[in-house]
């Protein structure tokens, strides 16, 4: 006898859990079903983000921002500490820990809120009587009966061909996040943003890390201005990066890898590492869904076809997330969730992809938000620029970090604020003014009328507003 329910959810991830959270919000008798494991077999929802990416990266950012703070910037502050030493052992447990706490929080969640959890693999049997009969297949098998269904199955790293992940010696983000001690010699295949954020992990700790990009320009889709301000700092910490690769063969031995590869001019060259991480993006898990026994459509790379509204080619079937088109971000995963459990009350969930931020969290941190000055460029848009150095910032000075700048962009006759690009500290924090202002339609002059508090990092972004206008205050 199947457990009948008004919404199921496929998968645990930020937009899957998100999207059950909030259907039971509303009201709806609400399941999610999520495999995910812990090291001892039991639950881990909160999906890639949680167990193998956004999660976990940034706990071993910050330790090893720690340690090299302690090593090469206390002096500056007139602390002492010699002899520094990274456990790394201990800091992939206390990575672990994090890990643990939000697969807690999400379980804690799913109670208080009253969504049933199922802890399997979930797949569509049949579509009956107007609603669908999915199978979990976990420690005990169930049959669950759901008027509507809500995808949210994710994504996998994306393999290089003739060079498939064993997460020992070449490895995905979930193994780069499991290296057990610090590599000599490190590779990197693909500069986006798991790939500078574990390069800049392991190379604070003491590796020499070597990133090959396929693409002749460093950080295509950041603002041309932030990425050569980013390629001049990452090169200055010791990130060799190489353009413009054409990667020929990935051989594994007993020692490590060797890349064989053309570089820009075409000469054949060859790097020898002791482990390679490959990241060239990611594809969307369809993987046992099954969707077939239901015809629901896929794409040509196996992704969910979805309309504007995330409504599938089935009736009351939805999908949201990085197994949908669009940007694969966790945010972006949470608001078509909400979105979607919204729409299903018959209200009007709202996703505007135009402040979508993004961030990158590599010291400097880089974020963004709208259109690059390239992409106004392109696109025939009189626009102008105001930018604003963090040298110029008291709150950076006391910090001691005035590395880059912010920089609007503001359309020339309405003063509307078209895009926002930040690299330097705390950036992904500072974005969200910028995201507020343009969900807002202000203008630049709003930014620059609106009083922020001194001294503090934000004044970078009323500055880099008067920029605009050019009567800057402090620069």
């Known amino acids: 006898m199947s457990k009948q329910f008004d919404v199921v959810v496929i998968g645990g991830g930020p937009g899957g859990y998100i999207a059950a959270i909030r259907a039971a919000q509303l009201g709806f008798n609400t399941a999610c079903i999520d495999e995910w494991k812990n090291d001892k ?11 193998v990416g956004c999660i976990p990266s940034k706990a071993l950012l910050q330790s090893s921002e720690h340690f090299e703070h302690a090593n090469h910037h206390f002096a500056d502050h007139g602390i002492s500490a010699d002899n520094v030493k990274m456990d790394v052992a201990k800091m992939l447990a206390r990575k672990d820990g994090v890990v643990k706490q939000n697969n807690e929080g999400i379980l804690y969640l799913f109670k208080k809120n009253k969504v049933s959890f199922f802890h399997g693999r979930g797949s569509f049997v049949a579509a009956k009587d107007g609603a669908y009969e999915i199978k979990v297949a976990g420690a005990a098998e ?12 994710g994504s996998n790293a994306r393999a290089l061909p003739g060079a498939e992940f064993d997460e020992t010696s070449i490895l995905s983000n979930d193994g780069a996040l499991r ?13 986006g943003v798991i790939g500078l954020e574990m390069g800049s992990v392991w190379r604070r700790l003491g590796a020499e890390v070597t990133v090959l990009e396929a693409l002749p320009t460093f950080l295509a889709a950041v603002d041309d201005s932030v990425a050569k301000e980013a390629a001049k700092v990452f090169k200055k910490q010791g990130l060799a990066i190489e353009l413009g690769v054409k990667i020929d063969k990935v051989a594994k031995s007993k020692t490590g890898v060797t ?13 020898a590492v002791d482990k390679l991480i490959v990241s060239i993006g990611r594809v969307p898990n369809t993987i046992g869904l099954n969707a077939e026994a239901v015809g629901l459509a896929l794409d040509e790379r196996g992704a969910i076809v979805v309309d504007g509204d995330c409504k599938t080619n089935l009736p009351n079937v939805w999908a949201v997330g990085d197994v949908v088109r669009g940007p694969m971000l966790a945010h972006k995963a949470e608001e078509e969730g909400v979105a979607v459990a919204e729409r299903i009350a018959g209200q009007h969930g709202h996703v ?27 696109d025939g848009v009189a626009y102008k620029a105001g930018q604003f150095p963090f040298l110029a910032n008291g709150r ?15 359309d020339a006759k309405t003063d509307e604020i078209l895009g926002v690009h930040i690299i330097g500290p705390m950036a992904s924090e500072l974005i969200s003014e910028a995201v507020v202002a343009m969900e807002f339609k202000a203008s630049a002059e ?21 920029a605009v206008d050019k009567r800057t205050l402090n620069f």
């Open 41 to 51: 077999g039991g639950p881990a929802p909160g999906g890639t983000c949680t167990n």
């Open 179 to 191: 290296i057990g001690g610090v590599p000599k010699k490190l590779g990197v295949i693909g500069s």
């Open 142 to 153: 169930e049959s669950l009966l759901a008027k509507h269904v809500i995808v949210a199955t």
């Open 259 to 271: 890349v064989s590869y053309a570089n820009a001019k075409g000469e054949a060259q060859t790097l």
């Open 446 to 466: 709003d930014i620059a009328r609106i009083c922020h508090a001194h001294p503090s990092l934000s004044e970078a972004t009323k500055e880099a507003a008067l």
């Open 352 to 378: 505007n992809f135009n402040t979508i931020p993004w961030v990158i969290y590599t010291s400097p941190e880089i974020a963004w938000v709208g259109r690059t000055e390239q992409q106004l460029k392109a």
């Open 396 to 410: 950076a000075r006391a910090l001691g970090d005035t590395t880059g700048f912010v920089k609007f962009l503001a």
